[in-house]
Each structure stands twice: as C-alpha cells, then as structure tokens.
C-alpha cells in the first residue's frame, strides 16, 4: 500500500508538469496568432570612466506614452508596455549635465537596447563638492558587490591586499578567504572560473590595479545562474571583474626561495588576459617540514601581506594551525587555464591541474573516551597514540566548459570531468588503552589505491524571446567512478587481564584486503518557469538520480611463506542501487528591482535502496517519501539594505551498510550490525541575514541568525560485546533518534573613516547546540555554548607605515551526560604591518601572544611568537628580493583538540618554527584597455564578462 501511495505521489506530480508544458505550447501557439506584444527599452547611463551612475531620473515621452523610471545599482534602466516606438529619452543626475535623445526605432522588434548613454560631470557644481553616484558597497540578488577604487591598496598589491580592505573579508596566509564567516569556495574571473577555481592562486596572484568589482555571490549552480529556478543549498564563490580601461594584458610573476631547514619553495605564474580570453599557467614546488609557522604561503608575493598569520590563524599557537604534525612534505601543483569565445556562439573553458604530494607525518595524541556499562557506570577509556605515515601519489584533474548559444532563444552547454589518481601509503603506528579497554595495539600497513573517475554533463536551455520569464531547461549527467584499492596489515594486539599488567592473550594479524568499488550515476532534470504577470511566476523543477554501486571486499590471511587464502567471514560482497525523485512546484514573486520578493514552494521527495548482500546472502528494498516545504523572503530597501530569510530541508536516507540487518565482521575488532527499521533523517533549518551599508557615514554591518533541528537523526550505537580473547571490544549498531539542535548567531560591524586610513572591524559569534547520541543502549546528549569576540582595526595614517592591532576571546563550554565537562578560553593578542622606510625598502612585522586554558599543559600553551621580513625592491622596481624569519623565539608549539560526546583527542606537536627564508620574486605586467568591435562602446554583463 506504501508503494502504491508512493508512485501515485509521483504520478501526479509528473502528470502536473506535463500539463504545465502542454499549458506553455497552446499560450506560445495562441501568441503567434495575435498581433505583436508591447515592447521593452532597456538601455545604461555611465560616467565618463565608464562606471554605471546610480539613481538617474529616466523618461520616455512620445505620444502614447509618459514614463518614468531610475536606473539600478548598475546604471540600468528598463522600460516595459511601450506603445509607440518614436520617443524621446531624457537621462539627469545630481552633478552630471543632463542628456536627452530621441528617434524612431524598428516596430518590429519587441525588445530594444539602446547604446550606453555617459552622462558628462557637471562644471557648474562647485569644485569643493565630490559627486560619487556608486556606493562602496551594494546588496543585490544573492550578490554583495564591492567597489575596488574605493579601497586604496600599494602599487604592486595583489587581490588578496585589497580584499583585506574590505568590510566583512578576512584572508589567511594560506589564500582562504571568508566573508562575513562563510568560507569561499571557487574564484572566477568576469564570471568564468581562473586557475580551475582555486581561490588562494586567484588572490595571491591576480594584480590589484586590475579589478572594478569585488562579487560575493550565492551560488546554486549552472541551471540556476540561467533560469534563475534555485534548488537546494548555495555556496559561496567570489568573482573578480576588471576595469575595461584594464582588461587586456599578460602577467608573469616568479619566485624562488631556500630556507635553513632544508626548505626550498619555487613558484611561476603567467597570464594572459584579453577580454573574454584567459590563457593561465601557474606551477608551484614546495619542499618544507610540516606545521611550522607562516606555512610559506606567501611565495611569489612582493607586499607584505604574509605576516598576517596571528589574524588569520595560521600556526602562532594555541592549537591555530591546520597541520599538527611534524615530518617532512614535497608537494608540487603544475596547472594550465584556457577560456575563450568563438565568434558569437561559442565559449570554452579548459582547466588542468597535476598534484603530486610525498608528505612524512609524525603525530602524537593522547584521548578520552567514555561509555555507559550495563551497571549505568560510566567507563573511561585512555588512549596514548603515536604513528609515523608516509602518503605519496599524484592525480591528473581535466575539466571542460563547452558553450554554444544556438541563437537568441536557445542555448547548450556540455561540462566532461576526468580525473584519475594513484597514490600510495606506508603506516606505522603504537595505540597503548588503559582504563576500561586495556590492550595494547601495534599496527604496520601498506597501501596503494587507483581512482578513475569519468563523468560529464550536458545542460539545453530555451527561451520564449515574446514571453519573457517562460524558460525551460533540461540536464543530463552520467558518471562513472572505479576505485581498485590493495591494502596489506600486519598487527599485533596484546591483551590484558582487567587493570593490571598481567598479559592474557597476544594476537598476530597479517592480512591482506583488496576492495574493488564500481560506481555508476545518472542524473536528468527538467525545469520549467511560467510568467504569471511582470512580477510573479510559478516554476516546476523535476529530477531523478540513480546510483548503482558493485561492491567487492576480499579479505586473506597471509602465510609465512607469503600463501594467501580467502577468509570468507572476513570478506564483504554487496551490490546495490539508490534512486531519488524530486519533484517541486514554487510561486515567485519579485525580480531584481523588486523591493520585496519571496517564493513559496514544496518538493516531493521518493528514495528507493534496492540491493543485496552476496556475501551474507540478504536483501535489501526500502522506500522513503517526505514533503519539503520552500520558503524565501527578500527585501531591499535600497541597494545598500536588504534583509533575506529563508528555509531550507534536507532529508538524507541511511546508507546500505546501516540497514544491513546482520553482523558484518570483515572488521573483527569492530564488528557492524545494521538496522533495517531505520527511517530518512530530515533538517530543517531557518537561515536569516541582515546587511546595511550607510555610504555617507562608511560604516557597515551584516547580522546573520541560522537555527536547525535534526527530526529520525541516524546515528551509531556503540556497544560493549566481549571479545573472543576475553577481553572487550565495540560493536556499532545504528538507531534512529532526535534531539540535535544548533543555534547561531553571526555579526560584523565595520567604520572607516579619514579616507579609509583607519578601518575599525569587530565580529563576534554566539552558538548554541545540543548533540544527542547512544552509548551502550544509553541516550547520550552534550551541550555546548560558545562565543567568540574580536577587534581588529586596520590603520593607514600614512604611506609609510600599516598598523594593524587585533584582540580575541574566544570561550567554549561543553557538558557531557558521559565523559568530563569541557572549559576552554582562548585569548589572542597580535600585531601586524609593515614600515616603508623608502620607496624601495620595506620592513614587515607580525608578534602574536596567545593566552589558552582548558586544553593540555605538556606544550607551551601560551606562546609568544616573532614574525619579520625585510624587503627591498629591484630591477627598476619589477622585483623584490625578501629576507623572511619565522618565530623568533621558538615557541610555536600547539595543541589541535577535537571533541565529541563520549570525549577528546588531542594531538600535540612539536616541530623545529624557526627558520629564515631568502627569496627573490619578479613581477612582470603590462595592461590595456579593452576596444569594441567597429569603435563601438563596449557593452558588459552583470558578472563583467564582455558581449
């Protein structure tokens, strides 16, 4: 009966669509015979330095018509229900002289875009008034746009020195870039991905003096950016458009360095840019001990910008750095990028990129983990870890973007993916429990592991050109993804009796597991957008994905004389298939000029898991169904004030292994029994930002609220079970349970003042969870508070000397039902800048003091470190030559702490940070601007790139 409601859900949906698109063909078949539509006028007015000028007064007057209208944060005015086609157009501003045109244009042509009109600055306004129409800052439909010449950055600045000036942005040493606290994930270049995407090579390398825009876009996708129909969560992606006067030129920027701990570090850029066409090779070399401070992130960098690490978090203690480990690594990054438009149809995009990593880690940890008995006791078991890995292998990524606009109405594009990678490992590891478990665990392993994935899709779009709004698209995806692993173990585990040292049992392993994954996905979609009136809309999304896996894990037993023999027990053989349908109907109203717009929306959601367990002989066939609502909200109060909030759920099935109603004991010191009762886990989630940008007064602040809740959340269920050495081991059941819960809020405040020489920035988070889970067949919670603090002026009164002072607390509260209370506070104190004693000599400076409580006391925990480099520009100021000392003091010594419900892993490093490194660095640029075809004006989109 299930089933039946579940396919007659979908039938009706399907059936909706269906006569939707019927619907669309009679509208489209009645609208050839009736007589042409009213027509549309869209045009720009711009300054003479080709800027778009904001809030200009526009009227059309003819003998049909009187309208007016004012153009949008980009200079665009739009027209729509004009009924003559013989007008005159008037175009005034405060401090430009007004301009009016007129003429009689072709009747037959339901859409007109007039040439830009420039508006000339007014003589007659007094000459101690500045007249700027274009905020610095400007909120637009999933955009926050940022204008470049109003952040002063030095002559030879890269990207990421200007993003710095910006309010809400923080960059790290190593090129990661945050907005408002949301992380960056993909670069782009006048809308078109550079350097495959990589946000730290885009903003370390691109010059500064280049840039119009900075753009903070929402990003839902290819299908979404051209029919504007959004499906599921955005993320985050900035895009660097140029100045026209700038827009066409070649770059190289080379750098090579040593260091005193056998460092060596060389990296080359080069770039040629041409409007639309982008040819990019960047390669970098880097050979350097692990996790020591400044990373040398900053390689192929002229400025100072590398001694922001206390900003940051980059290594300058208190459990800062992302790689705790001590060892070796060589890591070398060859990447090619070619983007260019033929003709007038079509656009391609080439992206490759090799990776090739030796990294040599040693890490030391110490835990805590706790457990309920069946007496209700908490256990507590004590982990000393120590493990020396050794990774190598590389990979070849090619991707393409292939474009072809058939004509005005239609539209395809095909993206192909390949990638493929052989990598390979050796570990060695000592685990010593006490406590609870007591055993000790001596691990040594071979790995090596072929990855070729293959996959690409291909996107239509058609437009009805006298029905604007009507939109359909399709997309097909296949995809294909084979992972031939071989591993090779040999370990040992010595038992003992309870606490004591009294040894029972040793038990010697060598096995060898050698899996073979197959995957296979499919994915189609069908949109579809009907206009309903100027402002309203009803959309229709319809997918299916379909993913097959082959999954074969053998498992040997090794014999002295190297004999292997299949231990079927031990082996695991499934096969199985997951289908999703989603189908969603949603009302929107609201465009880009709209004050207020929202959507409102459900979407139908059918998962089926179909499969079989060969080597257990079981089977599987499981069904899911929920509805998710859609809710957005927008308003723009003008272009510098919006508010949005919106909803968003997600439901996630459980995965073949946890509904596998049997015990899987290919792992013998962790065996699995699944579920099969288990239901979908559903999230819901309320997301709400607040931004305001006040021109006049330089000052900005953004508010962000996200709260969610997790309904039948899947989680594990780690059992005690004896082990057959008469000691104990964990058994991982799963279970269906709610409770989880998180409660955030973001905010940024920022003020500049005197031309932007002084730049106050405070920021601070407050969140709220609860954690829930199971133990022993005990519900488990954990709760935890955090918050966190920070000032960070950024000070200018000169050019010759940056100071940059910054504070933060940060406070984190955990209680657990099992396991020890938590209390952390982390006070950061540091000091950045740089002194310009001459125009060619440039000394810069980072000092950062951590105070730390709550984490592990057997490393520094509050350390003091020194960053300086002393620079001095050569070859006629086209190169610098870079003396850089990291942590003066030797004490970058830290600690990274992870937390869960049943307790923490701390690992601890201790890595020689003080060293000096020598580089010399070349910056070679020539820029012009872009020409029009035939001396015309050249005409841009939203996202720079160039008609």
Known sequence: M?????????????????????????????????????????????????????GATVTLTSSADTMRTSTNEDGVFVFRNVKSWVFTLSVSSIGYAGKVISGKYNDATPRLTLDPIVLKEDTRMLDAVTVNGTPSIVYKTDTIEYRADDYVVRAGATVDELLQKMEGMEVGNDGSLTVNGTAITKAKLNGKEIYGGDVATAVQ???????????????????????????????????????????????????????????????????????????????????????????????????????????????????????????????????????????????????YA?????????????????????????????????????????????????????????????????????????????????????????NNSSNSNKTPNIDGTIAYQHLWLRKPGRVFSAELTLGSRINDNESIQNNTIRYYLDDTNTVLKDSIVNRAINTDNDQKNYRGSLTYSEPLGAMSRLEFNSNVERRGYDNARYTSNIALNGTRSVVDSLSNVFDYFFTQYRNSVNYKYGDNRSKYSFSLGITSVNTSLVGEKVSLGTKTDQDYFKLIPIARFQVRWSSTHALSVYYRGNASEPNFDQIQPVRDVSNPQRPVVGNPDLKAAFTHSVVGQYGNYLPNSRFNYNLRINSSFIENQVTSNTVIIPDAYGSKKSELRYINISGSNNQSVDYSISKQSADRKYNLSLSGSIDKSRRVAMSNNIKTFSDTWGFKESFGPRINPNDWLEINPYVSFDFNKTNYSIGRNILQRVWALSLDGNIYFTKNLQFGYALSKNFVSGIGTNVTNNPFVINTMLQMRVFKNKGSLQLRAYDLL???????????????????????????????????????????????????????SFY
């Open 354 to 442: 090799y990776n090739y990593n030796d990294n040599n880690t040693l890490t030391d940890s110490y835990s805590e983990m706790s457990t309920i008995d069946s007496n209700d006791v908490r256990q507590t078991t004590f982990t000393k870890r120590n493990a020396d890995n050794l990774n190598f292998g590389g990979s070849h990524n090619i991707n393409f973007e292939i474009e072809y606009n058939i004509d005005s109405a239609n539209f395809i594009q095909f993206r192909p993916n390949i990638n493929l990678s052989n990598t390979s490992s050796r570990n060695t590891s000592t685990s010593l429990q006490t406590g609870f478990i007591h055993q000790d665990q001596f």
């Open 2 to 54: 299930k089933k039946l409601y579940i396919k007659l859900v979908g039938t009706v949906f399907a059936c909706f669509f269906l006569i939707a698109l019927l619907f669309s063909n009679k509208s489209f078949a009645q609208a050839k015979a009736q007589p042409l539509p009213l027509r549309q006028v869209n045009g720009i007015a711009k300054d003479s330095t080709n800027q778009g000028v904001i």
């Open 890 to 944: 030797n004490q970058n010594n830290f600690i990274n702490r992870s937390t869960s419900e049943y307790g923490f892993t701390e690992i601890v490093t201790n890595p020689n940070s003080r060293y000096v490194m020598l580089n010399l660095s070349m910056n070679l640029q020539k820029w012009t601007g872009a020409v029009g075809r035939g001396g015309r004006d050249i005409r841009r989109r939203g996202d720079g």
């Open 205 to 351: 390398n691109l010059p500064a003096e280049i840039v119009e825009k900075i753009q903070i876009v929402d990003d839902y996708g290819n299908t979404a950016a051209r029919t504007g129909i959004k499906d599921g969560d955005p993320s985050k992606i900035l895009n660097i458009t140029t100045k026209a006067s700038k827009s066409v030129g070649n770059m190289a920027r080379l750098n090579f360095g040593a260091g005193t701990l056998n460092q060596a570090e060389a990296s080359a850029n080069l770039t040629r840019i041409n409007m639309n066409q982008t040819l990019t090779f960047n390669g970098t070399f880097m050979q350097t001990p692990n996790g020591i401070a400044g990373g040398n992130s900053s390689i192929g960098r002229l400025g100072g910008g590398g001694n922001r690490g206390g900003r940051s978090g980059s290594g300058f203690g208190g459990g800062g750095s992302g790689n705790a480990s001590g060892g070796e690594s060589l890591r070398t990054r060859p990447s090619f990028t070619y983007r260019d438009k033929f003709g007038s149809k079509v656009e391609f995009l080439a992206n």
